[in-house]
């Protein structure tokens, strides 16, 4: 979306998205969903609510208000450029709409319905285009998830891995690979034998196929390959690439943003225990009964397993039956890092620093920043500096030890960012500082409470900014007139925003060299030297208050 927003209030965008859940509701049991194909079904509600937002954050219009115009923009520019989806979602895009829209129009809920549908049906093919120029499928992309979400090696987890909710997630920009990564599993993929390399592409075309089965598994029930021939050419791609050191194991032992090699081991294993635990009181995955089953599954199959821990269980209940239980006969140690998973934090963040020995995440509506140390990679590859702030969702960050981590399964999510603009008072940047300042940047979970600090040094950050001066208003006023400390503090804040406005006029002006006194925003008086303003202010500033205006030396 775009940040600046779309004007409308938060009640009015939450009104939106209520009303988008109606209609998807009534939609999806009407006879336009029914004609559509399984796979568009399967697609539909991610479609309509991320055309819905678009269309709200930069057309500023709703899909009952919107025109072909507005439709047109967000189907053929931002929504290709925005989703970080298979490729094979694109092509759902248009029939999806057209049966919407259709849809609208039999209700009268949009007067255009039935031309709007026949809009969108022929923007299909660039709807596709524009999505493929994005950055689409490939057999070296699909290999490099095979390479992570296979399990062929037990660092099951050794990456940011995207969203592997969604079947295959494989994407060159969602893998976060590099250009040396890219060009070294080209280099081994041109290495393989004719037949893994068939292998592969038989794979690799079945998967992008919309007509095929959804699950990954059940895809070896429709090729002519079997899952153990799949593992035995995925095989042959990894030893091609175990020469160099393009693609990395979990750990880093030189880059102090990233755990050390044993570290991310060793916490992959410790998670990897869980997960099965949580499968095994739910039943999540039937297929999978042990830790070496687990770490063979592919990461779509891991998912649900995942989600079910934080967003369907009890999950601090969950954490401590599996210490109390230690069904994967751990170590005491190993047991009590665990039991500090229960601090653990889950919500939308954005990543909003790179810094020496960690990156900061800040969760927006606390707000609260957290020092996060990757597993894998180190975040700046996966978020390049200059393409920060990164709204990233589905983030879990833990503990461990004495530092923190995300799980792996973080994915970047643009849209957030225009909805964090109408939901909070301010920017991110401004939310950042604020964090910063309460609270510091937490270092471990749970955080620390927010640090006891002086009013003074309350007042001179509500007074830092004018961003600051006008959302903290009600604080300033209260404490400016707490004592004549805080009322000095006050004015020379005030005083110092006010000189730089003032060295830009002088200097318009012409003017020479001066010293200038600035009292509530006010010249109050100038002189050609320091102790000449000084000796006006005792003659006209009240009893008391003679410190209180600042002093400017303009220098042109």
Not at 72 to 91: L, N, Q, W
Not at 120 to 142: C, K, M, N, Q
Not at 289 to 310: G, K, V, W
């Amino acid at each position: 979306m775009d940040p600046s927003g779309s004007g409308r209030s938060d009640q009015q965008y939450e009104s939106m998205l209520d009303r988008v859940d109606t209609l998807l509701s009534t939609f999806t049991d009407s006879d336009h969903f029914a004609d559509l194909t399984r796979h568009q079904q399967q697609e539909a509600t991610f479609v309509v609510e991320g055309v819905a937002e678009l269309l709200y954050g930069y057309e500023d219009t709703t899909l009952e208000e919107c025109d072909r115009s507005s439709l047109e923009t967000v189907c053929t520019r931002i929504y290709p450029a925005k989703m970080s989806v298979e490729p094979d979602h694109f092509g759902a895009v248009g029939p999806v709409l057209a049966a919407f829209f259709r849809f609208l129009g039999d209700r009268d809920y949009h007067m255009d319905g039935e031309d709007l549908a026949a809009h969108v049906e022929g923007l299909r093919d660039d709807i596709v285009t524009a999505a493929a120029d994005s950055g689409t499928g490939s057999l070296a992309t699909s290999t490099a998830m095979g390479a992570v979400d296979s399990g062929v090696s037990p660092e099951f987890m050794s990456g940011d891995m995207g969203d592997p909710s969604v079947e295959p997630d494989i994407g060159m920009s969602e893998l976060g690979l590099t250009p040396d990564e890219t060009a070294a599993l080209d280099d081994a993929l041109d290495a393989l034998s004719p037949e893994s390399r068939e292998t592969l592409e038989t794979v690799t075309e079945a998967l992008l196929d919309p007509t095929m089965p959804a699950s990954q598994e059940a895809v070896f029930d429709v090729v002519d390959v079997t899952r153990e021939e799949y593992q035995a050419a995925m095989d042959e791609a990894l030893a091609n690439l175990q020469d160099g050191d393009a693609f990395r194991g979990p750990g880093n032992d030189q880059d102090p943003s990233v755990l050390d090699t044993d570290q991310a081991e060793w916490f992959l294993e410790l998670y990897g225990r869980l997960l099965v635990y949580v499968n095994s009181r739910f039943d999540v995955v039937p297929e999978i009964d042990s830790y070496e089953e687990f770490s063979t599954a592919f990461l779509d199959e891991i998912r649900p397993i995942r989600d079910r821990l934080y967003h369907e269980a009890d999950t601090e209940a969950i954490i401590t039956e599996f210490v109390t239980e230690n069904p994967a006969g751990l170590s005491e140690s190993a047991l009590s890092q665990v039991e500090e998973w229960i601090a653990y934090e889950t919500d939308e963040f954005a990543v909003v620093e790179h810094r020496e020995r960690d990156t900061v995440f800040l969760d927006p509506e606390q707000p609260r920043a957290f020092a996060v140390t990757a597993v894998h990679d180190p975040y700046p590859e996966k978020f390049p500096p200059a393409e920060l702030p990164m709204p990233v969702a589905d983030v879990v960050l833990l503990p461990f030890e004495d530092t923190i981590v995300s799980d792996g399964w973080l994915r970047p999510d643009p849209i957030l960012l225009g909805a964090w603009d109408m939901l909070l008072d301010t920017d991110l940047d401004a939310t950042d500082e604020e964090a910063r300042h309460r609270y510091g940047v937490a270092a471990t979970l749970p955080p620390e409470d927010e640090p006891d600090r002086s009013d003074a040094e309350k007042l001179r950050f509500y007074t830092k900014n004018k961003e600051n001066r006008e959302r903290f208003a009600e604080e300033i006023n209260r404490l400016k007139n707490e004592s004549e400390e805080l009322a000095r503090i006050y004015h020379q804040q005030i005083g110092k925003g006010r000189a730089r406005s003032l060295g830009r006029e002088f200097r318009e002006m012409g003017l020479d060299e001066a010293y200038v006194a600035i009292y509530d925003g006010q010249v109050v008086a100038t002189a050609p030297t320091e102790s000449a303003v000084r000796d006006t202010l005792s003659d006209i500033m009240p009893d008391g208050t003679t410190d209180h205006p600042y002093i400017y030396h303009y220098d042109p």
